[in-house]
């Protein structure tokens, strides 16, 4: 059974950090892009951040750039979400995903979701 466990989330204030973990099991992802998509309260589901099979390349969404880092370790079949500078509008459900592809540019499509992990940030 193919699982994708996040961890790491929480209440922060504003201003703080944390550090979302992404566990898969089941299966080896070394060869799938794996990303973080979140929810807010009221919005579409939206990709935050993205990193091809090798960890070559990664994509980040505008509204992140230059305070979230994504990084994965293919020996532990894990990805990382390093998140500072938060603001309460990053308040969301994040989910960790596996794509079907090496690149999400090459293919978009995700194949596995983790159940999420809610982060919450304090004005």
């Known amino acids: 059974q193919v699982q994708l466990v996040e961890s790491g989330g929480g209440l922060v204030q504003t201003g703080g950090s944390l550090r979302l973990s992404c566990a898969a099991s089941g299966r080896a992802f070394s060869n799938s892009w794996m990303g973080w998509f979140r929810q807010g309260p009221g919005k579409e589901r939206e990709s935050v951040a993205v990193?091809?099979?090798?960890?070559?390349?990664?994509y980040y969404a505008d509204s992140v750039k230059g305070r979230f880092t994504i990084s994965r370790d293919n020996a532990k079949n894990a990805v990382y979400l390093q998140m500072n500078t938060l603001y309460p509008e990053d308040t969301a459900v994040y989910y960790c995903v596996a794509g079907v592809s090496r690149r999400y540019h090459t293919d978009p499509r995700p194949g596995y979701w983790g159940q999420g992990t809610q982060v919450t940030v304090s004005s």
């Open positions: 990193i091809s099979w090798s960890g070559g390349s990664t």
